[in-house]
């Protein structure tokens, strides 16, 4: 199964944003879907985990702004993105049990 990021782009502050990741196959038997996020320079930062076992977590600086969504039908996770802040500016990239990853979509912050 392949992952496929969509919906990035430049949005000012305090904008949305709603990225979806779809993937090739099924994702029924994914126990774990991820979005993590890459800055040059820093360490990977995993924005949200919806988890068969484990529900919703969600990273502390995206608390409260992010919310994750999967749709198994659809094949996608989804990541809808509120009130994002000038911090906010990353590759956002998808996996999948950490094993498949997507190329990942840039997201930009810029009034």
């Known amino acids: 199964v392949r992952l496929v990021e969509s919906g990035g782009g430049t949005v000012q502050p305090g904008g949305s944003l709603k990225l979806a990741c779809t993937a090739s196959?099924?994702?029924?038997?994914?126990?774990?879907m991820a979005w993590y996020r890459r800055v040059p320079g820093k360490m990977d930062e995993m924005v949200a985990v919806?988890?068969?076992?484990?529900?919703?977590t969600y990273g502390s600086a995206v608390r409260g702004r992010f919310t994750i969504l999967r749709d198994n039908a659809k094949r996608t996770l989804y990541l809808q993105m509120d009130s994002l802040k000038p911090e906010d500016p990353a590759v956002y990239y998808c996996?999948?049990?950490?094993?498949?990853w997507g190329p990942g979509t840039q997201v930009t912050v810029s009034s």
């Open positions: 196959g099924s994702i029924d038997n994914f126990n774990n």
């Open positions: 996996t999948s049990d950490m094993k498949v």
């Open positions: 919806i988890s068969e076992y484990r529900g919703i």
